[in-house]
């Protein structure tokens, strides 16, 4: 197999597995409504789902990421896809709440290790900065595409009577399956990745050396902003369109899957698009963008009327269009500023770092959208959406700052 070819095999495998891992985590919505309607589950007990995955998540990061070298790569992402695999493929046997909660505990382990392995793994595929940022933007983008196909998917499957949209589980299994046998005969050299005579005491504390740092830091923060405007935005967008737009719950919640899609392709579009003007200068029209689309929106949203229940997508006020737009806006921040940091540290770094990042993700995820949801209560939605133009203006002088200590660290 030449060089070439392996390394394109390799970029597919973590293509696929990301993919995969978008469509099981987001698929807690879904679950939520189906495990109460046909399971017979309390509501309050279905919305403890989310942290059966997120603090795993945070957790994994934490205590294991910098060892994944030591352990890795390759043969942690096929340890992850092995263990949703078989947790998928009971499901349908099991077909009781606890196994749910062990299911998402699953896909949270799994997906910190995927994660930080294959973060890791782009600066092995990738030759220079831009081209990371490209592939990048390029797996982020697919990943929103895996969270539309397990929309897609948990919908068709929500069709069937009682609990038979169960069935959807052993399909996820198979492809787990099979994208951990991708992986497995996709050779990768991961001796870039282990440092210089380290140890293993090294290894458990080698995120603290990187807090210490200034550049890390100001990164670090950027990344909370930008998650803490994402998910204050997606996670109350349906609430938005019903109470500040007035639109029917059907319509509210239809909507606001615009943001996901136009997402998705944002970081599509963005990876050609990064690759030409740099990240700065895209992150920052980017933001003033978003800015932007806000302001119009507001406004607009103040004059919404009720429309009635039978009012198809077209009579939405434009303010409904305009806020889910944003997520075309958005979609290149992360994963841009992340490739970023990336690629000013040495590979040995990668897998701590990108264990930061997850955790300050679901640090800033977790309080973006509890501020945003107390905001609802405090005042209304259109304030509450209005004061996100803080955290995007923060978020901006972040980036300034990030960008002069990388000029300075180069």
Not at 355 to 378: D, E, K, P
């Amino acid at each position: 197999m030449t060089p070439s070819s392996s390394t394109r095999r390799i970029k597919l495998a973590i293509i696929l597995t990301y993919m995969l891992f978008g469509a099981l985590l987001n698929s807690v919505g879904p679950v939520n409504l189906l495990v109460v309607q046909t399971l017979g589950v309390a509501r309050a007990d279905a919305a403890l789902l989310d942290a059966w995955k997120d603090l795993p998540i945070a957790i994994t990061s934490f205590l294991v990421a910098s060892l994944l070298p030591r352990l890795g790569l390759r043969r942690a992402m096929v340890l992850a896809l092995a263990a949703v695999a078989l947790a998928c493929a009971a499901m349908p046997q099991l077909s009781a709440f606890w196994a749910f909660k062990l299911l998402f505990a699953t896909v949270g382990v799994g997906f910190a290790l995927v994660k930080v392995s294959a973060y890791s793994m782009i600066g092995l595929v990738t030759a220079d900065p831009r081209s990371h940022a490209r592939f990048t933007n390029l797996l982020e983008g697919l990943f929103m595409v895996g969270v539309l196909g397990g929309y897609l998917l948990f919908g068709q499957a929500a069709q069937q009577p009682g609990s038979g949209w169960l069935s959807v589980y052993p399909l996820l299994a198979a492809l787990a399956g099979a994208a951990g046998l991708l992986v497995l005969l996709s050779p990768l050299d991961e001796r870039a990745m282990q440092a210089p005579d380290s140890r293993l005491k090294d290894e458990l504390l080698a995120m603290a050396p990187l807090l210490k740092l200034g550049l890390v830091a100001v990164f670090l923060l950027s990344a909370f902003l930008y998650v803490l405007i994402e998910q204050g935005l997606s996670t109350w967008l349906p609430s938005f369109n019903n109470e500040v737009l007035h639109l029917p719950t059907a319509m509210s919640v239809g909507l606001a899957v615009i943001m996901p899609a136009s997402t998705a392709l944002g970081r599509l579009l963005s990876a050609a698009v990064i690759g030409r003007l740099g990240w700065f200068a895209v992150v920052m029209a980017c933001l003033v963008g978003i800015a932007a689309l806000i302001l119009a929106a507001l406004p607009l949203s103040r004059a919404a009327m009720p429309l009635p229940p039978d009012a198809g997508w077209l009579h939405a006020p434009l303010a409904a269009y305009l806020l889910p737009a944003t997520g075309l806006l958005l979609a290149p921040i992360y994963p841009a500023i992340n490739s970023a940091m990336l690629s000013a540290l040495p590979q040995h770094r990668h897998a701590a770092m990108t264990g930061l990042i997850v955790v300050f993700s679901a640090l800033g995820g977790t309080l973006g959208s509890f501020v945003t949801g107390r905001l609802f209560v405090a005042f209304d939605g259109a304030t509450a959406f209005a004061l996100l133009l803080v955290p995007v203006a923060a978020l901006a002088l972040a980036l300034a700052g990030m960008r002069r200590r990388l000029t300075a660290h180069a």
